[in-house]
């Protein structure tokens, strides 16, 4: 399998996509052509790494790494990813924060880690790895690569616009971890590590590649915990589930969006926004519009520009193709209160602001859309990690899991840096050199 550029550079090899993270070009990565399955492929597979391995096999053939994508996945999926029923039987959640910080991009960074740690195992300098993170990436990225030897990581995240456990997991690795607390939002670390990654003397002395979602090696494991979640549902009752997925910068939605494309049993989607309202306004005017984002409850969303918004165009088709294949929902900050609260009282489970959007986006549906499918609603991080928001809403205390409370018990540190390419540079020096 070879990866090209949605800007049109390459084609590259598996190994040198995920090592760049960006294309030459500017553009993201893509695989030359998208396998195609059908359900009974995956008759011997019932775990997620089985799933995986049937799955993830076309996009490692011919590469350096395909005898080694077991282990990659023993790796990756060492926590638990169910799916549990909500009361009623209309409705489950796809749990994905049973991950070491609490958070999806566990399962996207730990496999990215796994694959570089590979790849540059010889390597005679470090790789430096960048990532702008909007509240759970960077946490995610920071302990998949925290002391593994050749690898360093810069983690840039808006100063002000996460909340405080957010920002501990962010600042309390070691070494070779930098985190860097910008005086802007979102889209402005967004914008310089890729201004970073396409500066070419700044990114060859310093061997640049990223791990936000512009990384192919973070969409490809994300799409199987979509598979195999399809797939349950598929083989108790012959029908295709419907999935609502909270969505930033339309990584995690993008990697559902690809594994229905591949054929699994995935029904309807729907994309849950914030008041960050790029998408659906790009759907409703065909007006691809970025802005500033907008600071809201739901701060891991807070994105005014998502960049895979580009290999979606890319994939699907442009906004009169995609409002026929996705729908998308904006939910502003007074939705998410009432709907934490009421999920709790009325189905007894307690949810993040995030995944308050997706449940916020269910119960706007019609009666006709809600009964088209059995809707898998994507829980995305552990409420624990926002208890100033979700426990006064529900007048309860959020027991925090095992690793979340010992990641909070570790010192933290961070450097503070303008939003321009030159702060951005002078902060590598000072910490690498």
Same mark, same amino acid.
């Given at each position: 399998?070879?990866?090209? =550029?949605?800007?049109?550079?390459?084609?590259?090899?598996?190994?040198?996509?995920?090592?760049?993270?960006?294309?030459?070009?500017?553009?993201?990565?893509?695989?030359?052509?998208?396998?195609? $399955?059908?359900?009974?492929?995956?008759?011997?597979?019932?775990?997620?790494?089985?799933?995986?391995?049937?799955?993830?096999?076309? $996009?490692? #053939?011919?590469?350096?790494?395909?005898?080694?994508?077991?282990?990659?996945?023993?790796?990756?999926?060492?926590?638990?990813?169910?799916?549990?029923?909500?009361?009623?039987? !209309?409705?489950?959640?796809?749990?994905?924060?049973?991950?070491?910080?609490?958070?999806?991009? !566990?399962?996207?960074?730990?496999?990215?880690?796994?694959?570089?740690?590979?790849?540059?195992?010889?390597?005679?300098?470090?790789?430096?790895?960048?990532?702008?993170?909007?509240?759970?990436?960077?946490?995610?990225?920071?302990?998949?690569?925290?002391?593994?030897?050749?690898?360093?990581?810069?983690?840039?995240?808006?100063?002000?616009?996460?909340?405080?456990?957010?920002?501990?997991?962010?600042?309390?690795?070691?070494?070779?971890?930098?985190?860097?607390?910008?005086?802007?939002?979102?889209?402005?670390?967004?914008?310089?590590?890729?201004?970073?990654?396409?500066?070419?003397?700044?990114?060859?002395?310093?061997?640049?590649?990223?791990?936000?979602?512009?990384?192919?090696?973070?969409?490809?494991?994300?799409?199987?915990?979509?598979?195999?979640?399809?797939?349950?549902?598929?083989?108790?009752?012959?029908?295709?589930?419907?999935?609502?997925?909270?969505?930033?910068?339309?990584?995690?939605?993008?990697?559902?969006?690809?594994?229905?494309?591949?054929?699994?049993?995935?029904?309807?989607?729907?994309?849950?926004?914030?008041?960050?309202?790029?998408?659906?306004?790009?759907?409703?005017?065909?007006?691809?519009?970025?802005?500033?984002?907008?600071?809201?409850?739901?701060?891991?969303?807070?994105?005014?520009?998502?960049?895979?918004?580009?290999?979606?165009?890319?994939?699907?088709? !442009?906004?009169?193709?995609?409002?026929?294949?996705?729908?998308?929902?904006?939910?502003?900050? !007074?939705?998410?209160?009432?709907?934490? #609260?009421? =999920?709790?009282?009325?189905?007894?489970?307690?949810?993040?602001?995030?995944?308050?959007?997706?449940?916020?986006?269910?119960?706007?549906?019609?009666?006709?859309?809600?009964?088209?499918?059995?809707?898998?609603?994507?829980?995305?991080?552990?409420?624990?990690?926002?208890?100033?928001?979700?426990?006064?809403?529900?007048?309860?205390?959020?027991?925090?899991?095992?690793?979340?409370?010992?990641?909070?018990?570790?010192?933290?540190?961070?450097?503070?840096?303008?939003?321009?390419?030159?702060?951005?540079?002078?902060?590598?020096?000072?910490?690498?050199?």
């Amino acid at each position: 399998m070879r990866y090209f =550029s949605t800007r049109g550079a390459g084609p590259v090899d598996l190994e040198t996509a995920l090592s760049r993270g960006l294309a030459d070009d500017g553009g993201l990565f893509l695989p030359e052509e998208l396998p195609t $399955f059908d359900a009974s492929d995956f008759a011997s597979a019932d775990a997620l790494p089985a799933v995986a391995q049937v799955l993830l096999e076309p $996009f490692f #053939a011919g590469s350096g790494l395909a005898d080694a994508l077991p282990a990659i996945l023993g790796e990756t999926f060492h926590f638990p990813v169910p799916v549990r029923p909500l009361a009623g039987g !209309d409705r489950s959640i796809l749990e994905l924060f049973h991950g070491p910080t609490a958070a999806f991009k !566990d399962v996207g960074a730990g496999f990215l880690a796994a694959c570089l740690s590979r790849i540059e195992a010889d390597a005679s300098a470090p790789l430096t790895i960048l990532v702008a993170t909007s509240g759970d990436t960077g946490g995610a990225v920071a302990a998949a690569f925290d002391g593994r030897p050749g690898m360093r990581v810069v983690v840039l995240y808006p100063e002000g616009r996460v909340s405080a456990r957010q920002e501990h997991q962010l600042t309390c690795w070691g070494d070779n971890i930098l985190s860097l607390r910008v005086h802007g939002a979102f889209d402005d670390c967004q914008a310089l590590v890729k201004a970073a990654l396409s500066e070419p003397v700044l990114s060859q002395a310093f061997r640049f590649s990223s791990a936000n979602s512009i990384n192919i090696g973070r969409l490809l494991p994300q799409a199987t915990y979509y598979a195999q979640a399809s797939l349950g549902h598929f083989r108790a009752t012959g029908e295709c589930p419907g999935f609502v997925v909270p969505t930033g910068n339309l990584g995690n939605a993008l990697a559902c969006l690809l594994a229905r494309e591949m054929g699994l049993p995935i029904g309807p989607v729907v994309l849950a926004t914030n008041a960050n309202r790029t998408i659906p306004d790009y759907l409703a005017t065909e007006r691809w519009e970025p802005r500033a984002s907008v600071a809201t409850l739901a701060s891991a969303m807070d994105v005014g520009n998502p960049s895979n918004m580009e290999r979606l165009r890319h994939v699907l088709g !442009d906004a009169p193709v995609l409002r026929d294949k996705v729908d998308v929902v904006a939910v502003d900050d !007074d939705a998410i209160r009432d709907e934490i #609260a009421r =999920s709790y009282n009325d189905d007894g489970v307690t949810l993040c602001p995030h995944t308050a959007t997706a449940a916020r986006a269910w119960r706007a549906m019609s009666d006709n859309d809600r009964d088209s499918a059995h809707w898998i609603l994507v829980a995305t991080a552990h409420p624990a990690k926002f208890e100033t928001i979700v426990e006064p809403l529900i007048d309860e205390t959020v027991p925090v899991p095992p690793e979340l409370a010992a990641i909070l018990a570790r010192p933290s540190r961070s450097v503070p840096v303008e939003p321009d390419l030159g702060a951005f540079a002078a902060a590598l020096h000072t910490a690498f050199e």
